[in-house]
């Protein structure tokens, strides 16, 4: 499969969103569209040689749909056989992604589902590919749920920042306290973090995701730059091992770390 280059990606990033074929990018779009070749390139091992084989890929918490309509022009080109759904709760995003929708060149199905990424039930049946750039608040840990539940064959999930929502975050604290973390904020929230990943990685692990936590750009294009490469294999093994490491993590209490808006464990 032929990967995107940056120049691609910008001349369709003016096209689909901007509407003009020669405006200026802003600094943040230049940013942007760096990440989205670097991710262009982890979607495009993941689409089937066979472009007859049904491929349905997912964008969720796709504020404008840069992923997806991306993926499905200049990835899925004429294939009638692929579908690329967008799941967001902002109304106005979505508006905006059917609109750019419309100017997208695919022969792939295109799809806006206004809701939240943590309800299953909007998730298609069989789900290829889902893609999270930027899920931001608990919307990584929801998306990390629904994938599992859903059971995606695979899911490529770029974290925000860490903020009070993330799940494991009073579990993490805890530790912190008990380990005796300083409270010099670079210290703490590195700890804090790799709290954080830990658990999402083993959850993942747990339920038979092979996982690989990487940068997939430099920290100079975004600080939020870790990607987590989830893919299905049923490995009884590995999944029972990372249910063993989870549950130390997680402390004597066994206590769920699943919590809402900064609550408790
Ligand atoms: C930082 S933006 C990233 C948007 C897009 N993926 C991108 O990289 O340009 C995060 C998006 O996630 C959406 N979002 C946050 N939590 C969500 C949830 N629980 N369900 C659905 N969408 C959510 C927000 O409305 C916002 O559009």
């Known amino acids: ?17 901007i509407g003009e074929e ?22 495009a091992r993941r689409v089937p040689a066979n472009d007859k084989k049904p491929f349905t890929l997912l964008d969720v918490a796709a504020g404008k749909s840069y992923v997806g309509l991306l993926a499905a022009e200049l990835l899925l080109g004429e294939r009638a056989s692929a579908q690329v759904i967008s799941l967001e709760r902002d109304p106005r995003r979505v508006e905006l992604s059917r609109v750019a929708g419309a100017r ?38 929801e998306v990390i749920e629904s994938a599992i539940q859903a059971r995606a ?26 380990l005796g973390i300083p409270r010099a904020a670079p210290v703490r929230r590195r700890f804090l973090q790799s709290v954080v990943d830990a658990e999402r990685t083993l959850r993942l692990e747990a339920a038979g995701y092979r996982v690989e936590v990487v940068e997939f750009v430099a920290p100079r294009v975004t600080p939020h730059n870790v990607l ?38």
Request: charged share 30%; proline share 4%; glycine share 8%.
């Open 1 to 17: 499969m032929n990967q995107p280059s940056l120049s691609d990606v910008r001349s369709a990033l003016h096209r689909i969103w």
């Open 22 to 43: 020669e405006a200026q990018l802003r600094r943040e779009d230049e940013k942007k569209a760096l990440e989205l070749t670097a991710l262009l390139e982890e979607i």
């Open 104 to 141: 997208v060149r695919t022969g792939a199905r295109l799809e806006f589902i206004e809701g939240e990424v943590g309800r299953v039930e909007l998730w298609p049946q069989e789900v290829a590919l889902a893609v999270g750039l930027h899920a931001c608040g608990s919307a990584s840990d």
């Open 153 to 178: 064959r695979a899911l490529l999930l770029v974290p925000c920042c860490t903020s009070r929502a993330a799940w494991a975050l009073p579990r993490a604290t805890r530790l912190a306290e008990e």
């Open 228 to 265: 987590y490469r989830a893919i299905l294999t049923h490995d009884a093994g590995r999944s029972e091992r990372a249910r063993a490491e989870l549950l130390r993590l997680r402390g004597p209490s066994g206590a769920t770390v699943r919590t809402t808006e900064g609550g408790q464990e």
